[in-house]
């Protein structure tokens, strides 16, 4: 069965600071993997998305931006944390296959506070 | 103009009783359409997911999909207050998903 990590769990961060969570899946292979970002009482953003190694696409202009070194590794990262980067940090997977989306399943989430 | 919306919450339904949440989509390319649970402080979990017209039953949930009408729907039936939590709905558009904000839902017992 499939299983993705992340980690930290939960960060405090000071502004200005840099950035990395990471997130790893397990039991599947060439996955599509997603950065998500759900604000307090918020929908998801999606952030970044990546359909391979080294091929990230990016959703939304930030200072934030995302790696995938290895096929099931996804890193996202910051240069210089903003108060406004505060928020779960949701890294997801789903099935790739051409014209088709699948369900999307979601690791447990960093929870990040800027102060 | 929002690509899914859902039903403004918060939903109270008694114990026992049809917890009914609602969405609809702007994108009438979107093939495929999901729920998803997220109770509080945790990351969403994937309850059904539905690709046709009609209906989609698993368990205590059904999910109805109407593709001419841009609507989604998903029945909980005999309603727990495990169930208590946030639903999210999502619409396939292009290669992504698009979120609707969540119903949340009460269970009062």
């Known amino acids: 069965s499939q299983t993705i990590h992340q980690w930290p769990a939960t960060l405090v961060q000071p502004v200005g600071s840099p950035l990395s969570l990471e997130c790893t899946v397990e039991?599947?292979?060439?996955?599509?993997l997603y950065w998500y970002r759900q604000a307090a009482g918020r929908g998801l953003q999606l952030l970044f998305y990546s359909v391979g190694i080294g091929q990230i696409s990016s959703e939304v202009p930030q200072n934030l931006s995302a790696s995938r070194p290895q096929d099931r590794q996804f890193i996202l990262s910051s240069k210089k944390l903003l108060l406004s980067d505060s928020g779960f940090y949701l890294c997801?997977?789903?099935?790739?296959?051409?014209?088709?989306?699948?369900?999307?399943?979601f690791g447990p989430g960093t929870r990040l506070t800027v102060t | 103009q929002k690509e899914v919306e859902q039903n403004s919450g918060p939903l109270s339904v008694p114990e026992g009783a049809i917890a009914s949440l609602n969405c609809t989509y702007s994108d009438r390319g979107s093939q495929s359409f999901f729920w998803y649970r997220q109770y509080s402080g945790k990351s969403p979990e994937l309850i059904m997911f539905?690709?046709?017209?009609g209906d989609k039953e698993d368990g205590r949930f059904t999910a109805q999909l109407n593709k001419a009408s841009q609507y989604v729907s998903l029945l909980i039936r005999d309603s727990q207050p495990s169930d208590s939590a946030t639903y999210l709905c999502a619409a396939s558009n292009d290669y992504k998903l698009s979120f609707g904000a969540g119903t949340t839902v009460t269970v009062r017992a």
């Open positions: 039991g599947t292979s060439n996955p599509n």
């Open positions: 539905i690709y046709s017209n």
């Open positions: 997801a997977w789903s099935r790739q296959e051409a014209n088709r989306i699948y369900e999307q399943y």
